[in-house]
Every structure is written in C-alpha cells, then in structure tokens.
C-alpha cells in the first residue's frame, strides 16, 4: 500500500459519504491563491472533526491554528444556532483569508478569529472565565504542542474532547534516536496527555491524502479548572 493508494481511498470517501460542497472547494481554493500552504485537515479528517462535534452536542469549541479556516468552517458548521467557536491564529494574512472563507460559508458571525501567539490567546480566554468548551482542536506549531494541550484541558469541561492534529509524522514519533525534533514533540506531547490525570486520551494512527500521521484524542474527565 502506498501513497497513491491512500490519496484514491481518501477521495472515494469524500465522494462517496458527502455530497460536493462548493463552500469547502471554494474555502481551499482561496486559501490556494492567497498562497497558503496546503497543510489543512483532508476533507474526510474535516468530516471527523465535524462528527465528534455534533456527537458532543458542542455549542463551544475551540481551535488553535486556523490558517484558511478550513477545519474551522467543517467545525463550525456542527455549531446550533447560539454556538460559538474561537480560533487561534498568529498570522494575520492567514486570519484574513480564514474570515473572508468563513463569511462566504456564512459562519462569520459564529466564528471569532483571533490574531496573536496562541498561548497568549489561550491566557486571555482562561481569563474571561467565559463557557468551557466542549472540544477542542490544536492544529498549530509542534514546539508548544504540550504547552497548548495542557491550557486546551483547562478550558474543556467534563466530557469534553481535546484533539491534537500531526502527532504520528510518518512514524517519526517512534523513532528513539531522538533526531527528529518533530518527533520529540510529538512525544513529549503524549507523555504530557499519558501523565495527565485530568483527561483519558488514546492517539489514532492515520493515513489518507496528507500521508501517515495520527490524532491524539482526550477525553477530559475533570472539571475546566
Ligand atoms: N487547522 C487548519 C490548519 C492549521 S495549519 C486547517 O486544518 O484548516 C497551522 C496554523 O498554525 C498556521 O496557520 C500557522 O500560522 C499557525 N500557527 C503557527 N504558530 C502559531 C502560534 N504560535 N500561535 C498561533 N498560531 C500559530
Ligand atoms: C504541517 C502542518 C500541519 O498541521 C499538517 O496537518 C501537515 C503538515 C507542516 O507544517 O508541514
Ligand atoms: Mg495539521
């Protein structure tokens, strides 16, 4: 098996389980243009962030890493009317064009993009003492994976999930030379969530259009502190 294979499956899943959605060809093909890198959530990775929000009843959710919002637009849309999300993002031209795709997915007034270093946006929301959340997704850079995921349970209530994007490289993380700084990361990233009383968490291994990689998933057990 091999990368043509998982790209081919990738796309029958898309195309079989979904009808086309031109709000999402639109969403990449914008991010595309404006010259982002073509790093977002495949479409059936999108579809699974999309199902583990409706399935939590999320009305809150949180992301962390937006570039074009296209995860955003798959997570929002899981939203009921009231929900709220808020979304992460350091680099203002990848906030723009994520407000300008979420606008067009009509989810703009659902959708707070927020621009700054995530830890300090993840300070400010402990801060504001608003409503936990119910899931949420770190998708950014792998330095600060740990530090993200330990703040991302402090704001996710009881039952809540916290999942962490990128965390298998390939099979990287498995490597115990210790080389690959992405992998030690990675790894530090789970022994962060497998030391953590708060939460219970298993990680996914994945393969598809994006390659071989995985999901941490976390279920919070204790109350958002
Ligand atoms: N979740 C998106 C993909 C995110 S790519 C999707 O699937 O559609 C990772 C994003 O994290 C990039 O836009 C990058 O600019 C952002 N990022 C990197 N470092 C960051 C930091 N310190 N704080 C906030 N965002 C950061
Ligand atoms: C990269 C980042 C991601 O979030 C991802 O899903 C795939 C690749 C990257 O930085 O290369
Ligand atoms: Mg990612």
């Known amino acids: 098996m091999s990368q043509a294979t998982w790209t081919a499956v990738d796309r029958l899943i898309a195309s079989t389980l ?12 914008a991010s595309s243009e404006a010259g982002l890198p073509e790093i977002a959530v495949s479409p059936a990775q999108g579809k699974l962030l999309h199902l583990l929000a409706r399935s939590l009843g999320a009305r809150s959710i949180l992301e962390v890493g937006t570039l074009g919002g296209y995860s955003a637009i798959w997570l929002a849309r899981a939203l009921p009317e009231g929900g709220r999300m808020v ?40 801060a504001e003492a608003g409503p936990a959340f119910d899931l949420a997704f770190i998708d950014a850079d792998r330095p600060h994976g740990p530090a993200y995921f330990e703040r991302a349970v402090g704001l996710t209530r009881r039952g809540g999930l916290v999942v962490v994007d990128n965390v298998v490289r390939g099979g990287l993380v498995a490597d115990d030379t210790g080389d690959d700084p992405g992998a030690r990361d990675s790894r530090r990233l789970w022994e962060a969530a497998g030391a953590d009383p708060r939460v219970s968490a298993t990680v996914v291994q994945t393969v598809g259009m994006k390659g071989y990689d995985g999901f941490l998933l976390a279920l919070v057990l204790g109350s958002a502190s």
Do not use: I
């Open 18 to 29: 979904d009808q086309p959605d031109e709000v999402l060809l639109a969403a990449r093909a």
């Open 87 to 126: 979304s992460l993002e350091l680099d203002p031209s990848h906030a723009e064009v994520a407000r300008a795709n979420l606008a067009r997915a009509g989810l703009g007034d659902r959708v707070d993009v927020r621009v700054g270093p995530a830890l300090e946006g993840l300070t400010a929301l402990a």
